[in-house]
């Protein structure tokens, strides 16, 4: 047998193998195949100044495709301008989802995608079931490219108008980087510089809130606009109700008990609280108030919202409001002494209960895990090791300053807390324990846990 034959089947034995593999499995070895190869390009002499470490290149990969947000090192001044344009590329990967641009040059060039490629894309997005994934896959690109383009417009005229240099660059970066609820910033201290600029504020919150609502809920609308539905899912209409109402509750709390911004007018403070928990819910990470000068009551708040996180099929992490809604329902259903669980007169299936119930306990013990492995090997305080978990599991990219002087065991612990949030706690623990083949991919019902 000669060489050639040998990586010939050795190429069909992969494929076979992966064939077998459950959609969660081959999604986390997907995730995991870009970070590394972003390990080894960002690692690259002329991609970073001297300084950067192998494992910082490795943290700042997985926070990249993660959408976390957390650098250990200043991104502006550590890289130049190829390893910014590869780590951008990372987040815009990370944020869409990696099978969704190869599954759309394949629908660019014929009109179905293969069933296994539909099942690993329905795994990423939990689509409801009135949804077609091949639609849907053309409709997420063509939205993305959309919206980010008109974000980098609208952030080109308000970096210009606020004298910042290289307004061009900054504007495609910011605009991927908040769609993508990535939270890296070209700006040492984030958008702190930026905090009474109403524009920059409002730009960056409706980029941030347009990628954590989901795909689903902006398919949904556009299809309701265009006439090709009456009426918008139930899982679009509990979305926009649970963002809309723990951001409102979020910022009123944040504005009444949050001491270090007692001084600003009022104005300001409003603008602030709202961004605050506007950046927690969708986890995007940004911040325009120092949250090492939080208290901790607020630091409470900011850990409370970004566990609920942002939705389904959306660039965000966290539980997601469907699952949050989940949980109400069981609540409610408990305290009235029902056996059936409910939510706006709509029964919730009982797989949709069990996956809500999984999805906290798995998320709870992951990060009672992290809080507890950083508690053991940091000399930093117990707020802020459980607010860089939270942070870490929830891809939010908020810290209290202390992601840069972690130690090596550290940054590596929260590394697997950005990579377990990306996936999701629930199917991270199916990539590495479910045994195949007794597997199969059903469709979601209309309320997506």
Same mark, same amino acid.
């Given at each position: 047998m000669n060489f050639i034959t040998f990586l010939r089947r050795l190429k069909d034995k992969m494929f076979a193998n992966m064939g077998q593999c459950h959609p969660a499995k081959l999604v986390a070895l997907g995730y995991l195949s870009y970070i590394l190869i972003g390990w080894l390009l960002l690692a690259l002499p002329f991609m970073n100044n001297s300084g950067v470490t192998a494992l910082d290149n490795l943290f700042i990969?997985?926070?990249?495709v993660s959408t976390t947000g957390l650098v250990t090192v200043d991104i502006a001044k550590s890289y130049t301008f190829l390893g910014? %344009?590869?780590?951008?590329?990372?987040?815009? $990967?990370? &944020?869409? &989802?990696?099978?969704? !641009?190869?599954?759309? =040059?394949i629908l660019s060039r014929s009109p179905e995608i293969t069933k296994r490629r539909a099942e690993i894309s329905e795994t990423v997005f939990s689509l409801p079931e009135s949804f077609r994934i091949d639609k849907f896959l053309r409709s997420v690109v063509r939205f993305t490219?959309?919206?980010?383009?008109?974000?980098?417009?609208?952030?080109? !005229?308000?970096?210009?108008?606020?004298?910042v240099p290289d307004a061009a660059w900054q504007a495609v970066f910011h605009s991927v980087s908040a769609f993508c609820t990535a939270g890296f910033s070209l700006f040492s201290t984030s958008f702190e510089s930026f905090s009474a600029n109403f524009w920059l504020n409002i730009i960056i919150a409706v980029l941030s809130y347009l990628g954590a609502i989901g795909f689903i809920v902006c398919v949904d609308y556009w299809r309701k606009i265009r006439g090709k539905v009456k009426q918008v899912t139930l899982t679009s209409k509990i979305i926009l109700w649970v963002t809309f109402w723990i951001t409102l509750v979020g910022a009123a709390l944040i504005f009444m008990g949050e001491p270090s911004i007692n001084q600003h007018r009022t104005e300001d403070r409003i603008l602030e609280s709202l961004f605050q928990a506007?950046?927690? $819910?969708?986890?995007?990470? !940004? /911040?325009? =108030?120092?949250? &090492?000068? %939080? @208290? /901790?009551? @607020? %630091?409470?708040?900011?850990?409370?919202?970004? =566990? =609920?996180?942002? @939705?389904?099929?959306g660039t965000g992490g966290g539980l997601k409001s469907t699952t949050f809604s989940a949980l109400l329902g069981?609540?409610? @259903?408990?305290?009235?002494?029902r056996h059936e669980v409910t939510f706006w007169g709509k029964l919730v299936p009982s797989r949709r209960v069990w996956s809500a119930m999984a999805s906290l306990s798995f998320y709870s013990s992951a990060l009672l895990i992290g809080a507890y492995?950083?508690?053991?090997?940091?000399?930093?305080?117990?707020?802020a090791n459980v607010f860089e978990a939270a942070s870490a599991l929830g891809t939010v990219g908020l810290s209290t300053g202390i992601t840069a002087s972690l130690t090596d065991l550290g940054k590596c612990i929260l590394i697997l807390l950005m990579y377990c949030g990306r996936l999701g706690p629930v199917t991270f623990g199916m990539a590495l324990f479910h045994k195949p083949p007794n597997y199969q991919v059903s469709s979601d019902s209309d309320l997506v846990a």
């Open positions: 990969a997985t926070s990249a910014q %344009l590869v780590i951008l590329l990372l987040i815009q $990967i990370g &944020g869409v &989802g990696y099978m969704t !641009f190869g599954s759309f =040059v490219i959309v919206i980010e383009f008109l974000g980098a417009v609208a952030l080109y !005229f308000a970096f210009t108008s606020a004298g506007m950046t927690a $819910i969708t986890t995007v990470g !940004f /911040n325009t =108030v120092s949250i &090492g000068a %939080l @208290s /901790n009551a @607020s %630091l409470l708040i900011i850990i409370m919202m970004m =566990v =609920v996180g942002a @939705s389904p099929s069981v609540m409610k @259903s408990a305290l009235k002494g492995l950083l508690e053991l090997t940091q000399q930093t305080s117990f707020a």
